[in-house]
């Protein structure tokens, strides 16, 4: 099979530093003989079209980026968001590098879609409330809480709407293998990237709405307080670093403010038993969509609970064994995938390009997860409903 002339041999180099893998490790990657890989990083003709694509797609980046001359130019390569997650994370796996990077063309996508459409493309979305000042946590729970207009029992997906009204986009991942999913077994929950217009936060699906929601309003406590991009593991809901405690304080006072911490009837609560806790407060959790820990963190926080009795609930949880995940939603339902992953938002101004004619079908189909069309005319029907 004929060669490609022109690989830049600098660019591969950059790439496997960037991912931090050797060419021994991308060769058992990307299935190419580590001999062909090396006599490709000598300058020689030795890739194939199909090879290159294998890199280009290993990589997530285009064949192009592979024929082009000179130094890679970070700048251009890596936005600013980008470039502080991995610094945050510098061991992020290629797949979810790949995935920060689709969100963020992702992104762009809407931005240029509502320009197309003749709407605002530079929306303020920083309440006025908190602009100039940096609140702590607590009087910053407040004051977000008033700001998106919040109440006592809402769902998962009608905070999410509360807080995609305010032009920040909200993500959430597939339950089911593909380039939009958060792997089950990643540690990571979450990330936000900060922008002055539309910022983004992507939420890993999770088994219950009350963790969905605790890491959202968690990534939305770091574009608030901190004004910076972040990624969060499971490892980062208890660090004890300055920047998740007050991340996990906003997030644990704007779902159960003070008000409703004051309705527990702690005068039946089951201190000595731990086991029963999360049966206690299970009335209370599905009210306030938070986990039962979530509300133990509270009382624990505002002096109701001692370290101790926290602390043995939690080694109770860690005690028991993973609860058995289920798979994602069947292909009956995939019309509907779309707005569980971008939010009604972004799926309405897709469709909004389509029915004006700004963009094909099949474009929008791309936008869309590559949903087919007799999905994607299934969502220009219901999309409203779902």
């Given at each position: ?7 830049n041999?600098s660019?591969?180099n ?6 931090g893998?050797?060419?021994?490790e991308l060769a058992?990657?990307?299935g190419?003989a580590l001999?062909t ?5 000598e300058?020689?003709?030795?890739l194939?079209?199909k090879q290159?694509?294998k890199l280009?797609t290993?990589?997530?980046?285009g064949l192009?980026?592979f024929?082009e001359?000179?130094?890679v130019?970070?700048?251009r390569?890596h ?13 992020l ?10 969100t963020e063309?992702q992104?762009?996508?809407?931005l ?5 459409l ?8 920083f309440?006025e409330?908190?602009a100039g ?5 607590i009087q910053a729970?407040?004051?977000a809480?008033?700001w998106?207009g919040?109440?006592?029992?809402q769902?998962?997906?009608?905070i ?12 959430l991942?597939?339950?089911?293998a593909g380039?939009w999913?958060?792997p089950?077994d990643s540690?990571i929950?979450?990330?936000s990237l900060?922008f002055d217009?539309?910022p983004?936060i992507?939420?890993?699906?999770q088994?219950s709405e009350?963790?969905q929601?605790?890491?959202?309003m ?10 910076e991009?972040?990624?969060d593991?499971?490892?980062?809901f208890?660090?004890h ?10 997030a644990?006072n704007i779902?159960?403010p003070?008000e409703?911490?004051?309705t527990?009837?702690l005068?039946h609560?089951?201190?000595e038993?731990v ?5 206690f ?5 599905r009210r306030w969509?938070?986990?039962p820990?979530?509300i133990l963190r509270r ?9 101790e009795n ?5 080694r ?6 993973a609860?058995v995940?289920s798979?994602g939603g069947?292909s009956?339902?995939r019309f ?11 799926v309405?101004?897709?469709l909004?390009?389509l029915h004006?004619q700004r963009?094909t079908l099949?474009r929008?189909?791309?936008?869309l997860d590559?949903?087919?069309?007799a999905d994607l005319?299934q969502?220009?029907?219901?999309h409203?409903s779902?």
């Open positions: 099979m004929e060669k490609i002339k022109g690989v041999p660019r591969i950059w790439c496997c530093e960037d991912l893998i050797s060419i021994e058992h990657e990307t190419i001999a890989l090396e006599k490709a990083l300058g020689k003709e030795a194939t079209v290159l694509q280009a290993h990589f997530n980046r192009l980026f024929l001359e000179g130094p130019s970070e700048g390569v936005s600013v968001q980008f470039r502080t997650l991995n610094n945050q994370k510098p061991r796996s290629a797949r979810f590098r790949a995935l920060v990077e689709r063309r992104r762009l996508t809407y240029s879609l509502r320009e197309d003749g709407e605002a493309v530079e929306t303020e979305w309440p409330s908190m000042t940096t609140p702590k946590p729970a407040k004051l809480r008033d998106l919040l109440r006592e029992g769902t998962f997906t009608e999410r709407a509360a807080v995609e009204a305010k032009n920040i986009l909200v993500f991942s597939n339950g089911y380039k999913q958060i089950k540690p929950r979450g990330f900060y217009h539309f983004v992507f939420v890993k699906k088994q009350g963790a929601a605790f890491t959202m968690h990534e939305l406590g770091h574009l608030l307080l901190h004004r991009s972040f990624v593991d499971e490892d980062d208890h660090s670093s300055t920047n998740e405690v007050a991340a996990n304080r906003f644990g779902l159960v003070e409703f911490l004051e527990v009837s005068q609560f089951p201190l038993d086991t029963a806790y999360d049966r407060l299970e009335d209370d959790a969509c938070v986990s820990e979530v009382m624990l926080d505002s002096n109701l609970l001692e370290q926290y602390q043995a609930y939690r109770w949880k860690q005690s028991l064994p609860p995940r798979s069947g009956r339902y509907k995938e779309p707005v569980r992953v971008f939010g009604k938002g972004y309405g101004t897709v909004d390009a004006e963009i099949s929008a189909s791309s936008y590559n949903l087919k069309i005319r969502l220009e029907d219901k409203v779902i």
